[in-house]
Protein backbone atom coordinates (compact mmCIF):
# COMPACT_ATOMS: atom_id res chain seq x y z
CA UNK A 1 0.00 0.00 0.00
CA UNK A 2 1.68 3.07 1.01
CA UNK A 3 4.74 4.71 3.50
CA UNK A 4 5.24 7.62 5.17
CA UNK A 5 9.16 8.12 4.40
CA UNK A 6 9.67 10.48 6.87
CA UNK A 7 9.37 8.25 10.43
CA UNK A 8 9.84 11.50 12.79
CA UNK A 9 6.79 13.92 11.17
CA UNK A 10 4.39 10.68 11.21
CA UNK A 11 5.39 10.26 14.93
CA UNK A 12 4.64 14.37 15.38
CA UNK A 13 1.85 14.52 12.85
CA UNK A 14 0.07 11.24 14.62
CA UNK A 15 0.66 12.50 18.82
CA UNK A 16 -0.66 16.03 17.52
CA UNK A 17 -3.87 14.24 15.98
CA UNK A 18 -4.13 11.84 19.17
CA UNK A 19 -3.97 14.80 21.48
CA UNK A 20 -7.13 16.70 19.19
CA UNK A 21 -10.60 16.22 20.41
CA UNK A 22 -12.82 13.52 18.61
CA UNK A 23 -15.53 14.59 15.76
CA UNK A 24 -18.07 12.45 16.83
CA UNK A 25 -19.39 10.74 20.18
CA UNK A 26 -19.86 7.94 21.25
CA UNK A 27 -23.77 8.64 22.35
CA UNK A 28 -24.03 8.82 18.64
CA UNK A 29 -21.84 6.14 17.99
CA UNK A 30 -24.71 4.22 20.49
CA UNK A 31 -27.51 5.84 18.77
CA UNK A 32 -26.83 4.59 15.02
CA UNK A 33 -26.05 0.97 16.33
CA UNK A 34 -29.49 1.07 17.34
CA UNK A 35 -31.15 2.45 14.17
CA UNK A 36 -28.77 -0.47 12.74
CA UNK A 37 -30.20 -3.47 14.81
CA UNK A 38 -33.87 -1.42 12.70
CA UNK A 39 -31.88 -2.14 9.64
CA UNK A 40 -31.40 -5.34 10.49
CA UNK A 41 -34.83 -6.58 11.59
CA UNK A 42 -36.14 -5.23 8.49
CA UNK A 43 -37.96 -2.29 10.15
CA UNK A 44 -35.83 0.45 8.91
CA UNK A 45 -33.66 1.29 5.51
CA UNK A 46 -30.02 2.90 5.54
CA UNK A 47 -29.44 5.19 2.93
CA UNK A 48 -25.68 6.21 2.72
CA UNK A 49 -24.17 7.88 -0.14
CA UNK A 50 -21.38 10.48 -1.21
CA UNK A 51 -18.04 10.80 -3.23
CA UNK A 52 -16.14 8.17 -4.09
CA UNK A 53 -13.03 10.42 -2.58
CA UNK A 54 -13.78 13.70 -1.11
CA UNK A 55 -10.97 16.17 -1.29
CA UNK A 56 -9.49 19.28 0.57
CA UNK A 57 -10.47 21.29 -2.10
CA UNK A 58 -14.09 20.36 -1.92
CA UNK A 59 -14.76 21.00 1.90
CA UNK A 60 -17.30 24.26 0.45
CA UNK A 61 -20.50 25.42 1.58
CA UNK A 62 -22.26 24.48 -2.23
CA UNK A 63 -21.34 20.52 -2.75
CA UNK A 64 -22.20 19.76 1.21
CA UNK A 65 -25.06 21.59 1.12
CA UNK A 66 -26.20 19.43 -2.37
CA UNK A 67 -25.00 16.77 -0.95
CA UNK A 68 -26.95 16.83 1.98
CA UNK A 69 -29.95 17.71 -0.17
CA UNK A 70 -30.14 14.86 -2.34
CA UNK A 71 -29.46 12.15 0.56
CA UNK A 72 -32.61 13.70 2.38
CA UNK A 73 -34.72 13.67 -1.29
CA UNK A 74 -34.27 10.22 -1.64
CA UNK A 75 -34.43 9.61 1.75
CA UNK A 76 -37.81 10.67 1.35
CA UNK A 77 -38.66 8.76 -1.75
CA UNK A 78 -37.64 5.60 0.28
CA UNK A 79 -40.20 6.45 3.41
CA UNK A 80 -42.57 6.84 1.14
CA UNK A 81 -42.02 3.62 -0.56
CA UNK A 82 -41.06 1.59 2.24
CA UNK A 83 -43.31 2.44 4.56
CA UNK A 84 -40.46 2.68 7.50
CA UNK A 85 -37.92 5.23 8.68
CA UNK A 86 -34.57 5.73 7.02
CA UNK A 87 -31.09 6.03 8.34
CA UNK A 88 -29.05 8.70 6.59
CA UNK A 89 -25.46 7.94 5.83
CA UNK A 90 -23.26 10.30 4.01
CA UNK A 91 -19.61 9.13 2.58
CA UNK A 92 -18.63 12.45 4.31
CA UNK A 93 -16.34 13.98 6.47
CA UNK A 94 -13.33 11.88 6.33
CA UNK A 95 -13.91 9.70 3.04
CA UNK A 96 -10.25 10.70 1.89
CA UNK A 97 -7.87 7.53 1.95
CA UNK A 98 -8.79 5.39 -1.37
CA UNK A 99 -7.16 1.83 -1.89
CA UNK A 100 -5.87 1.93 -5.18
CA UNK A 101 -5.33 -1.72 -7.31
CA UNK A 102 -1.36 -0.63 -7.99
CA UNK A 103 0.61 0.98 -5.38
CA UNK A 104 2.41 2.98 -8.11
CA UNK A 105 1.62 4.35 -11.27
CA UNK A 106 3.65 5.73 -14.46
CA UNK A 107 3.02 8.58 -16.87
CA UNK A 108 5.44 8.95 -19.77
CA UNK A 109 8.40 6.51 -18.29
CA UNK A 110 8.40 7.96 -14.70
CA UNK A 111 7.08 5.50 -11.84
CA UNK A 112 5.48 7.41 -8.18
CA UNK A 113 2.96 6.45 -5.88
CA UNK A 114 -0.55 6.14 -6.88
CA UNK A 115 -2.66 8.97 -4.93
CA UNK A 116 -4.18 7.37 -2.14
CA UNK A 117 -6.58 9.96 -1.03
CA UNK A 118 -6.02 13.79 0.46
CA UNK A 119 -5.12 11.78 3.56
CA UNK A 120 -2.28 10.31 2.19
CA UNK A 121 -0.63 12.40 -0.90
CA UNK A 122 -1.57 14.90 -3.42
CA UNK A 123 -3.44 13.95 -6.93
CA UNK A 124 -0.58 16.21 -8.79
CA UNK A 125 1.84 13.87 -10.51
CA UNK A 126 5.21 14.96 -8.98
CA UNK A 127 7.28 13.22 -6.35
CA UNK A 128 6.77 15.64 -3.88
CA UNK A 129 2.78 15.75 -4.49
CA UNK A 130 2.69 12.05 -4.07
CA UNK A 131 5.13 11.38 -1.07
CA UNK A 132 2.79 10.35 1.40
CA UNK A 133 2.77 13.37 4.16
CA UNK A 134 1.49 12.82 7.34
CA UNK A 135 0.43 15.90 8.07
CA UNK A 136 -2.39 15.48 6.36
CA UNK A 137 -3.49 13.30 8.65
CA UNK A 138 -4.26 16.67 10.71
CA UNK A 139 -5.30 18.71 7.65
CA UNK A 140 -7.70 15.90 6.98
CA UNK A 141 -8.93 15.71 10.25
CA UNK A 142 -9.57 19.44 10.08
CA UNK A 143 -11.31 19.51 6.93
CA UNK A 144 -13.96 16.14 8.17
CA UNK A 145 -14.09 18.31 11.58
CA UNK A 146 -15.27 21.86 9.52
CA UNK A 147 -17.62 19.71 6.92
CA UNK A 148 -19.34 17.97 10.10
CA UNK A 149 -19.58 21.36 11.62
CA UNK A 150 -21.38 22.84 8.77
CA UNK A 151 -23.74 19.70 8.10
CA UNK A 152 -24.49 19.72 12.02
CA UNK A 153 -24.74 23.85 11.88
CA UNK A 154 -27.49 23.39 9.17
CA UNK A 155 -29.64 20.25 9.99
CA UNK A 156 -30.10 22.51 13.59
CA UNK A 157 -30.94 25.77 11.67
CA UNK A 158 -34.03 23.61 9.89
CA UNK A 159 -31.96 23.14 6.52
CA UNK A 160 -33.86 19.69 6.86
CA UNK A 161 -36.72 20.33 8.38
CA UNK A 162 -39.49 18.48 6.51
CA UNK A 163 -42.22 21.30 6.80
CA UNK A 164 -40.64 23.02 4.47
CA UNK A 165 -39.40 21.33 1.88
CA UNK A 166 -38.84 24.61 -0.06
CA UNK A 167 -35.65 25.12 1.71
CA UNK A 168 -34.27 21.91 -0.35
CA UNK A 169 -36.17 23.04 -3.59
CA UNK A 170 -37.02 20.78 -6.03
CA UNK A 171 -36.40 22.60 -9.17
CA UNK A 172 -34.06 19.86 -10.90
CA UNK A 173 -37.62 18.44 -11.64
CA UNK A 174 -38.58 21.57 -14.14
CA UNK A 175 -35.83 19.83 -16.02
CA UNK A 176 -36.67 20.02 -19.46
CA UNK A 177 -34.67 16.64 -19.82
CA UNK A 178 -37.04 14.53 -17.35
CA UNK A 179 -40.17 12.50 -18.33
CA UNK A 180 -43.25 14.02 -17.73
CA UNK A 181 -44.54 10.90 -16.00
CA UNK A 182 -41.58 10.86 -13.54
CA UNK A 183 -42.16 14.34 -13.08
CA UNK A 184 -45.42 13.66 -12.05
CA UNK A 185 -44.98 10.97 -9.92
CA UNK A 186 -42.66 12.92 -8.09
CA UNK A 187 -45.24 15.80 -7.22
CA UNK A 188 -47.61 13.23 -6.70
CA UNK A 189 -45.12 11.26 -3.97
CA UNK A 190 -44.60 14.98 -2.37
CA UNK A 191 -48.35 15.41 -2.02
CA UNK A 192 -49.05 11.94 -0.73
CA UNK A 193 -46.05 13.27 1.97
CA UNK A 194 -47.21 15.96 2.64
CA UNK A 195 -50.39 14.64 3.67
CA UNK A 196 -48.67 12.11 5.70
CA UNK A 197 -46.91 14.64 8.16
CA UNK A 198 -49.94 16.78 8.65
CA UNK A 199 -52.09 12.99 9.32
CA UNK A 200 -48.94 12.50 11.82
CA UNK A 201 -49.19 15.48 13.62
CA UNK A 202 -52.83 15.45 13.84
CA UNK A 203 -52.04 11.48 15.63
CA UNK A 204 -49.72 13.37 18.52
CA UNK A 205 -46.73 14.79 18.88
CA UNK A 206 -44.07 11.74 19.11
CA UNK A 207 -44.29 10.34 16.02
CA UNK A 208 -43.68 14.14 13.79
CA UNK A 209 -41.02 14.45 16.34
CA UNK A 210 -39.40 11.45 14.95
CA UNK A 211 -40.10 11.91 11.53
CA UNK A 212 -38.80 15.58 11.19
CA UNK A 213 -35.60 15.63 13.46
CA UNK A 214 -33.70 14.58 10.63
CA UNK A 215 -30.56 13.22 11.17
CA UNK A 216 -26.95 12.34 9.32
CA UNK A 217 -24.29 9.65 9.88
CA UNK A 218 -21.17 10.28 9.23
CA UNK A 219 -19.02 6.96 7.47
CA UNK A 220 -15.66 6.41 5.47
CA UNK A 221 -13.24 3.67 4.25
CA UNK A 222 -11.52 3.05 7.63
CA UNK A 223 -8.50 2.48 5.60
CA UNK A 224 -5.56 4.70 7.29
CA UNK A 225 -5.20 2.94 10.87
CA UNK A 226 -2.59 6.19 11.40
CA UNK A 227 -6.05 8.39 11.43
CA UNK A 228 -8.23 5.78 13.00
CA UNK A 229 -6.37 4.51 15.41
CA UNK A 230 -5.08 8.35 16.74
CA UNK A 231 -8.85 8.87 17.18
CA UNK A 232 -9.69 5.56 18.94
CA UNK A 233 -9.82 5.97 22.94
CA UNK A 234 -12.11 5.19 25.74
CA UNK A 235 -14.64 7.56 26.64
CA UNK A 236 -15.60 8.04 30.09
CA UNK A 237 -17.59 5.68 32.48
CA UNK A 238 -17.85 3.16 29.25
CA UNK A 239 -15.88 0.07 28.71
CA UNK A 240 -15.50 0.16 25.16
CA UNK A 241 -13.28 1.76 22.55
CA UNK A 242 -14.66 4.19 20.08
CA UNK A 243 -13.17 5.24 16.92
CA UNK A 244 -13.79 8.98 16.66
CA UNK A 245 -13.34 9.81 13.49
CA UNK A 246 -16.50 8.65 12.35
CA UNK A 247 -19.88 6.95 13.11
CA UNK A 248 -19.50 3.83 10.91
CA UNK A 249 -16.46 3.35 9.43
CA UNK A 250 -16.12 0.34 6.77
CA UNK A 251 -13.56 -2.42 5.90
CA UNK A 252 -13.23 -2.22 1.61
CA UNK A 253 -13.28 -5.27 -0.26
CA UNK A 254 -9.26 -5.25 -0.55
CA UNK A 255 -8.65 -5.01 3.06
CA UNK A 256 -10.83 -7.38 4.49
CA UNK A 257 -8.27 -10.42 4.71
CA UNK A 258 -9.44 -12.18 7.78
CA UNK A 259 -5.78 -11.45 9.32
CA UNK A 260 -5.21 -8.20 7.66
CA UNK A 261 -4.33 -5.38 9.69
CA UNK A 262 -8.28 -3.81 9.23
CA UNK A 263 -9.86 -6.48 10.66
CA UNK A 264 -7.44 -6.92 13.36
CA UNK A 265 -7.76 -3.11 13.85
CA UNK A 266 -11.73 -3.22 13.51
CA UNK A 267 -12.68 -6.03 15.81
CA UNK A 268 -11.83 -4.21 19.17
CA UNK A 269 -14.13 -0.92 18.67
CA UNK A 270 -17.50 -0.62 19.49
CA UNK A 271 -18.79 1.15 16.51
CA UNK A 272 -20.79 -0.53 13.91
CA UNK A 273 -18.53 -1.79 11.11
CA UNK A 274 -19.39 -2.27 7.09
CA UNK A 275 -17.71 -4.92 5.30
CA UNK A 276 -17.29 -4.73 1.43
CA UNK A 277 -18.26 -7.97 -0.04
CA UNK A 278 -17.07 -8.53 -3.27
CA UNK A 279 -17.98 -10.89 -6.18
CA UNK A 280 -14.74 -13.52 -5.21
CA UNK A 281 -16.37 -13.38 -1.56
CA UNK A 282 -17.73 -16.68 0.26
CA UNK A 283 -20.25 -17.73 2.74
CA UNK A 284 -17.48 -18.79 4.88
CA UNK A 285 -15.84 -15.49 4.21
CA UNK A 286 -19.17 -13.47 5.59
CA UNK A 287 -19.29 -15.75 8.29
CA UNK A 288 -15.31 -15.52 9.23
CA UNK A 289 -15.60 -12.04 9.28
CA UNK A 290 -18.68 -11.69 11.46
CA UNK A 291 -17.23 -13.78 14.35
CA UNK A 292 -13.44 -11.59 13.64
CA UNK A 293 -15.65 -8.43 14.21
CA UNK A 294 -18.62 -9.40 16.27
CA UNK A 295 -17.56 -11.88 18.64
CA UNK A 296 -20.66 -11.57 21.17
CA UNK A 297 -22.92 -11.93 18.03
CA UNK A 298 -24.41 -8.81 18.48
CA UNK A 299 -26.96 -7.03 16.71
CA UNK A 300 -26.48 -3.67 15.03
CA UNK A 301 -22.93 -4.07 14.59
CA UNK A 302 -21.90 -5.22 11.12
CA UNK A 303 -23.01 -4.59 8.37
CA UNK A 304 -22.24 -6.35 5.21
CA UNK A 305 -21.95 -4.27 2.33
CA UNK A 306 -22.62 -6.56 -0.91
CA UNK A 307 -21.03 -5.38 -4.52
CA UNK A 308 -21.16 -8.04 -6.76
CA UNK A 309 -22.34 -6.56 -9.89
CA UNK A 310 -25.17 -7.04 -12.14
CA UNK A 311 -23.78 -10.21 -14.04
CA UNK A 312 -23.03 -11.49 -10.82
CA UNK A 313 -25.67 -10.81 -7.78
CA UNK A 314 -28.24 -13.59 -8.53
CA UNK A 315 -25.43 -16.11 -8.40
CA UNK A 316 -23.71 -14.71 -5.28
CA UNK A 317 -25.64 -13.46 -2.91
CA UNK A 318 -28.24 -16.03 -2.05
CA UNK A 319 -25.33 -18.29 -0.83
CA UNK A 320 -24.24 -15.25 1.31
CA UNK A 321 -27.45 -14.46 2.79
CA UNK A 322 -28.17 -18.14 3.47
CA UNK A 323 -24.93 -18.97 4.46
CA UNK A 324 -24.50 -16.11 7.22
CA UNK A 325 -27.96 -16.77 8.07
CA UNK A 326 -27.24 -20.66 8.69
CA UNK A 327 -25.03 -19.57 11.26
CA UNK A 328 -26.80 -17.88 12.66
CA UNK A 329 -24.53 -14.80 12.48
CA UNK A 330 -26.06 -11.38 12.74
CA UNK A 331 -26.07 -8.83 10.23
CA UNK A 332 -27.53 -5.75 8.06
CA UNK A 333 -27.31 -5.79 4.37
CA UNK A 334 -26.44 -3.17 1.68
CA UNK A 335 -26.48 -2.98 -1.53
CA UNK A 336 -23.64 -1.04 -2.99
CA UNK A 337 -24.75 -1.11 -6.90
CA UNK A 338 -21.68 1.14 -7.92
CA UNK A 339 -18.56 -0.63 -7.43
CA UNK A 340 -18.69 -3.92 -9.40
CA UNK A 341 -20.46 -2.06 -12.27
CA UNK A 342 -17.16 -0.34 -13.80
CA UNK A 343 -15.91 -0.05 -17.05
CA UNK A 344 -13.75 2.29 -19.55
CA UNK A 345 -15.03 3.89 -22.29
CA UNK A 346 -12.75 3.08 -26.33
CA UNK A 347 -11.09 6.50 -25.12
CA UNK A 348 -9.90 5.81 -21.63
CA UNK A 349 -12.94 7.11 -19.37
CA UNK A 350 -13.48 5.41 -16.41
CA UNK A 351 -17.72 5.47 -16.45
CA UNK A 352 -20.27 3.30 -14.84
CA UNK A 353 -23.66 2.57 -17.02
CA UNK A 354 -26.93 3.66 -15.17
CA UNK A 355 -28.52 0.76 -16.17
CA UNK A 356 -26.17 -1.71 -14.70
CA UNK A 357 -26.55 -0.10 -11.15
CA UNK A 358 -30.33 -0.50 -11.93
CA UNK A 359 -29.90 -3.74 -12.78
CA UNK A 360 -27.60 -5.25 -9.98
CA UNK A 361 -29.98 -3.28 -7.63
CA UNK A 362 -33.10 -4.40 -8.46
CA UNK A 363 -31.60 -8.18 -8.58
CA UNK A 364 -30.51 -7.70 -5.14
CA UNK A 365 -33.82 -6.64 -3.62
CA UNK A 366 -35.49 -9.53 -6.01
CA UNK A 367 -32.72 -11.73 -3.87
CA UNK A 368 -33.67 -10.32 -0.47
CA UNK A 369 -36.67 -10.99 -0.93
CA UNK A 370 -36.92 -14.72 -2.08
CA UNK A 371 -34.18 -15.63 0.51
CA UNK A 372 -36.31 -13.91 3.05
CA UNK A 373 -33.26 -11.89 4.96
CA UNK A 374 -34.32 -8.60 5.08
CA UNK A 375 -32.92 -5.48 2.63
CA UNK A 376 -31.58 -3.51 4.77
CA UNK A 377 -30.64 -0.42 2.38
CA UNK A 378 -28.15 0.81 -0.49
CA UNK A 379 -25.17 2.01 -0.60
CA UNK A 380 -23.97 4.80 -3.77
CA UNK A 381 -21.36 7.13 -5.00
CA UNK A 382 -23.50 9.95 -5.92
CA UNK A 383 -23.35 13.95 -5.77
CA UNK A 384 -25.80 16.77 -5.75
CA UNK A 385 -24.52 18.36 -8.53
CA UNK A 386 -24.91 17.84 -12.31
CA UNK A 387 -21.77 16.16 -13.01
CA UNK A 388 -21.46 13.76 -16.52
CA UNK A 389 -19.67 10.47 -14.58
CA UNK A 390 -22.02 7.59 -15.47
CA UNK A 391 -23.99 6.85 -18.45
CA UNK A 392 -27.44 6.82 -18.66
CA UNK A 393 -30.71 7.42 -16.72
CA UNK A 394 -33.37 9.52 -17.84
CA UNK A 395 -31.70 12.98 -18.73
CA UNK A 396 -29.28 10.50 -20.96
CA UNK A 397 -25.66 11.01 -20.56
CA UNK A 398 -23.64 9.75 -23.54
CA UNK A 399 -20.29 8.82 -23.56
CA UNK A 400 -19.74 11.66 -25.94
CA UNK A 401 -21.14 13.69 -22.67
CA UNK A 402 -18.35 12.36 -20.04
CA UNK A 403 -16.36 15.11 -20.65
CA UNK A 404 -18.77 17.97 -19.86
CA UNK A 405 -18.31 17.81 -16.55
CA UNK A 406 -16.34 14.92 -15.08
CA UNK A 407 -15.08 15.77 -11.79
CA UNK A 408 -14.40 13.12 -9.70
CA UNK A 409 -10.75 12.28 -8.91
CA UNK A 410 -11.87 8.74 -8.09
CA UNK A 411 -15.24 6.62 -9.24
CA UNK A 412 -17.47 8.15 -11.40
CA UNK A 413 -20.82 9.11 -9.23
CA UNK A 414 -24.47 9.63 -9.91
CA UNK A 415 -25.56 13.16 -10.47
CA UNK A 416 -28.34 14.55 -8.88
CA UNK A 417 -30.78 13.49 -11.17
CA UNK A 418 -29.76 10.26 -11.61
CA UNK A 419 -29.64 9.78 -7.82
CA UNK A 420 -32.92 10.49 -7.45
CA UNK A 421 -34.08 8.33 -10.20
CA UNK A 422 -32.28 5.22 -8.77
CA UNK A 423 -34.28 6.33 -5.21
CA UNK A 424 -37.46 6.43 -7.54
CA UNK A 425 -36.18 2.91 -8.81
CA UNK A 426 -36.03 1.25 -5.33
CA UNK A 427 -39.45 2.49 -4.70
CA UNK A 428 -41.05 1.13 -7.14
CA UNK A 429 -39.42 -1.76 -6.45
CA UNK A 430 -40.60 -1.61 -2.62
CA UNK A 431 -44.08 -1.58 -3.88
CA UNK A 432 -45.08 1.60 -3.44
CA UNK A 433 -44.30 5.38 -5.12
CA UNK A 434 -46.24 4.36 -7.86
CA UNK A 435 -48.99 6.13 -9.78
CA UNK A 436 -51.88 6.53 -7.89
CA UNK A 437 -50.14 5.19 -4.68
C1 LIG B 1 -15.27 2.54 -2.36
O1 LIG B 1 -16.29 2.38 -1.67
O2 LIG B 1 -14.94 3.64 -2.84
C2 LIG B 1 -14.43 1.36 -2.66
C3 LIG B 1 -13.17 1.47 -3.04
O3 LIG B 1 -15.12 0.23 -2.55
P1 LIG B 1 -14.68 -1.30 -2.58
O4 LIG B 1 -13.79 -1.50 -1.40
O5 LIG B 1 -16.00 -2.00 -2.46
O6 LIG B 1 -14.01 -1.55 -3.89
CO1 LIG C 1 -15.43 4.24 -5.11
Known sequence: MFEYPDAAALEREFAKLRSLPPLVTSWEIERLRSELVGVEAGRRLLLQG??????LDDCRSEP???KLKILLQMSLVLIHAGKKPVTRMGRFAGQYAKPRSSPTETRGGVTLPSYFGDLINRAEFSAAGRTPDPALLVEGYQHAGLTLNFIRALVDSG?????HPEYWDLSFFRHASLSAATRAEYERMVATLGDGIRFMEALGERSIQDLSSVEFFASHEGLNLYYESAQTRLVPRRRDYYCLTTHMPWIGERTRALDG????????????????????STAADAVGLSEALNPGNEPGKIVFITRLGAGKVRQVLPGLLEGVRAAGRKAAWVCDPMHANGMTTATGIKTRSFDAIKSELEAAYEV????GVP??????ELTGEDVTECVGGGAGVTEADLSTNYVSLCDPRLNYQQSLEMAFLLARK???GRVGN
Do not use: Q, W
Not at 262 to 280: A, D, M, Q, T, Y
Open 261 to 280: AHVEFFRGIRNPVGVKLGPS
Open 368 to 371: HEAV
Open 430 to 432: MGA
Open 50 to 55: GDCAET
Open 375 to 380: FGGVHF
Open 159 to 163: FADLH
Open 64 to 66: IAA
